[in-house]
């Protein structure tokens, strides 16, 4: 290419050893693999890009209740492609994600990448399964919504906002916060009530539930639907709304945390080799077509 341009790349920018700053970080997940639980990973620290930042910004100031009910009426229960799994899987390689870049990898590549990971160390068929599809809500992106409604760590809405959520602060710029309903710990829900019944802030997790949610066990189901409620998994918060069902559930979404981090930066998948496997697996759970 830079022959092409013709001597152009010497008035570019010099080129850097790193495609992007994320590669070092893979580089010490390899070099430090088992983190302890509760470890501070994803605390993004005081270095963390203004992106990243504006990004977090965007979302806790605009995911409301109001905006989370529209978006349900808006996706859940209505159509806008009938694709197959694999259909889906090739339309979100479409998309180049910002939010995701700590790999060069193409969006199949790093599905297969969780599978795979999940795969070798002897799990369910259905497990593996999940682990391929959990992020083919992403493709919400190629519908036309913006980044902060489709990835992010989700966190209830409709009730006081936990602290232990990165950058709580910008919460005080949500129009929520003013609502005072929505800001006692019940909220608009009641204890106990479990988490099916509370309305998480909306994206790619809770839109890619509604699709896939009559062909998997409950399991998977929550893997999907709650792999981004960091908030839950992870800081152990909100468990006054939990049940006895989401107890049991959240230990197999705890299971599942590990395969989503850290399986990145390992060999990539060979997707070719790897298809007839995975078009069999989905084939077993999936009709030929589901309404996305
Ligand atoms: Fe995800
Ligand atoms: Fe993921």
């Known amino acids: 290419m830079s022959d ?6 010497e008035a570019g920018p010099v080129a850097e050893p790193l495609a992007s700053l994320e590669e070092w970080e893979d580089f010490l997940v390899e070099r430090y693999p ?3 639980e509760n470890s501070e990973f994803r605390d993004y620290g005081t270095n963390v890009k203004p992106g990243v930042r504006e990004f977090y910004r965007q979302n806790h100031t605009q995911q409301t209740l109001d905006f989370v009910l529209a978006k349900k009426r808006e996706y ?3 159509t806008r492609r009938e694709m197959s799994i694999w259909e889906a899987m090739e339309f979100l390689n479409t998309l180049v994600d910002d939010s995701d870049p700590d790999t060069d990898l193409s969006q199949i590549e790093h599905l297969m990448q969780t599978s795979e990971a999940i795969r070798a160390d002897g799990h369910p068929r259905w497990f593996i399964l999940t682990g391929l599809i959990h992020d083919l809500g992403k493709i919400l992106c190629l519908f036309g919504e913006p980044q902060w409604a489709v990835v992010g760590d989700t966190f209830p809405v409709g009730c006081r906002y936990s602290n232990k959520i990165v950058f709580p ?3 005080d710029e949500n129009p929520d916060s003013k609502v005072a309903e929505y800001q006692t710990p019940n909220g608009i829900y009641s204890t106990g009530c479990g988490f099916d019944e ?8 809770e839109y890619l539930y509604h699709v896939v949610k009559d062909y998997l066990p409950e399991e998977g189901l929550a ?11 992870r800081e152990g918060e909100y468990t006054h709304l939990m049940n006895e069902k989401d ?9 599942f945390n590990p395969y989503d981090l850290y399986s990145k930066g390992h060999q990539p998948p060979d997707v070719k080799k790897l298809t007839p496997f995975y078009q069999d697996l989905i084939a077993e759970f999936f009709p030929p077509k589901l309404a996305w």
Do not use: N
């Open 34 to 36: 088992q983190p302890k």
């Open 169 to 171: 602060e910008f919460f």
């Open 4 to 9: 092409q341009l013709g001597g152009k790349s």
């Open 223 to 233: 893997m999907i639907r709650y792999h981004s409620f960091y908030p839950a998994h």
């Open 76 to 78: 859940v229960g209505t």
């Open 247 to 255: 107890r049991r559930l959240m230990e197999w979404v705890k299971k």
């Open 198 to 205: 509370i309305h998480l802030s909306w994206g790619h997790d």
